[in-house]
């Protein structure tokens, strides 16, 4: 089956990285720590009483204070009043996005996304992304999962250049809004990825020692509402999307508002075609474009709801069952971090398991399998309480049945007796 994943910000939120109403907030708490620039850090905090107010709308008057300021230089004229510490503020406001699009953990990127993506494998897929940061790419590697994103390999090297979509069959990955470790040569549009990246922002460049040298600027395009995709490779990037909603046979939009009017009119160009589901605590689709709405965090859909769908016969059923007015959960990430986290103790993780389990969460039998087979008996056991909801349950019964009698637990097997008589009177 041919699939879209689209991801918006909202998905990274559980990752550590604010939305865009809070990333705006945490900026100018930034500001006044660093008592940068403060009679604009007191504009802002006074744009900041309008709750709509957010970090696209702060880019974007900033963008056009910059084109306005080159304006008039260009004309040989100047401000009337010109804004001090203006060029401080806006580098700082782009350097803040960067900075913390970089701290999503490898860990957590892993659980949110690595089982969704193991269960694409057999599927044609891709994976769209307006978000900067790398939590998809963690957990491909992760996983040893082959992403393309449109860079050749790195081999040896710190740096690769782009090639662009020319090759089919691979698992593809869109950054259509960039990545903290992409970057344009300073003094043009060639675009390169390194290995170890360091957010850039404003004039500020780099250079990386190389057989032939490279002095790099950020190539990200920041969040505004009037967004700069003219530059390479954006063009492609938005060609590859596009071709690939008139493609797909089954499209998810997680962790996004549709506010964007070119995501929501492919989100409607989609809906109308084949089945289209938008993910979200308190999403909304727009009114009479059709498609499903699945009010669950990303943690939940990703890490099992989603997974489950594309392992089961039938995914859209699967999906579509999902789908209605019911109260939506509070996240699973930190409970499946705490559960799966050997370093903890066993008290902490069996109280993990149970909340998760008290959910009625289907997850994959790949996630509950380490649990199942987990040195410590208490964990095995309460593992055990997953199972029932599991689709592929009858494989999993079957390991607990060879584990009681391999570690001879007793406690272990009476539970799983338990289970068994559960699951025939169901």
Not at 25 to 32: A, G, I
Not at 214 to 229: C, F, G, N, T, V
Not at 255 to 276: E, W
Request: aromatic share 8%.
């Amino acid at each position: 089956m041919r699939i879209l994943v689209f991801s918006g910000a909202g998905t990274s939120v559980e990752l550590g990285v604010p939305a865009m109403r809070d990333m705006v907030v945490r900026l100018n708490e930034y500001f006044k720590e660093r008592q940068l620039t403060p009679a604009l850090a007191d504009k802002l905090t006074e744009f900041l009483k309008d709750p709509s107010y957010d970090m696209e709308q702060l880019i974007e008057q900033l963008d056009q204070m910059t084109a306005g300021t080159d304006a008039f230089t260009r004309w040989g004229t100047t401000l009337i009043a010109p804004i001090e510490g203006f060029g401080v503020f806006r580098q700082e406001a782009e350097w803040f996005v960067n900075h913390v699009c970089e701290r999503v953990e490898a860990g957590n990127a892993n659980l949110m996304w690595g089982a969704s993506l193991e269960a694409l494998a057999g599927h044609h897929a891709v994976i769209a992304t307006t978000n900067y940061d790398r939590a998809i790419e963690m957990a491909a590697a992760r996983r040893n999962i082959k992403l393309y994103d449109g860079f050749a390999d790195f081999g040896e090297d710190e740096w690769t250049h782009w090639k662009g979509f020319t090759g089919q069959g691979e698992k593809k990955l869109l950054k259509v809004h960039g990545s903290t470790d992409w970057y344009h040569s300073a003094e043009g549009d060639d675009v390169w990825k390194l290995r170890h990246p360091m957010p850039l922002f404003g004039r500020v460049t780099m250079q990386v020692d190389a057989p032939n040298p490279l002095k790099l600027r950020s190539a990200a395009i920041l969040p505004s509402r009037e967004k700069k995709m003219n530059l390479h490779p954006y063009p492609d990037l938005a060609f590859e999307f596009r071709r690939t909603v008139d493609e797909a046979e089954l499209a998810i939009f997680i962790g996004t508002s549709l506010r964007d009017p070119d995501m929501r009119n492919l989100y409607r160009k989609s809906a109308q075609r084949i089945p289209t589901f938008v993910v979200g605590r308190s999403v909304q689709i727009p009114a009479g474009t059709g498609g499903g709405v699945i009010r669950q965090t990303a943690s939940k859909f990703l890490g099992a709801t989603f997974p489950s769908a594309l392992l089961s016969t039938d995914p859209s059923g699967f999906l579509h069952a999902q789908c209605g007015e019911r109260q939506p959960d509070n996240g699973i990430l930190d409970h499946l971090a705490t559960a799966t986290d050997v370093s903890r103790d066993h008290r902490s993780r069996c109280d993990a398991i149970e909340r998760l389990a008290d959910a009625s969460i289907s997850f994959p039998a790949g996630t509950i399998r380490p649990l199942l087979h987990d040195d410590h008996s208490e964990v095995r056991t309460f593992a055990l309480a997953l199972v029932a909801s599991c689709g592929d349950n009858s494989t999993l019964l079957a390991e607990a049945k060879t584990i009681a009698e391999r570690t001879n637990d007793t406690g272990f097997r009476q539970e799983l007796e338990i289970l068994e008589n559960l699951l025939r009177r169901a």
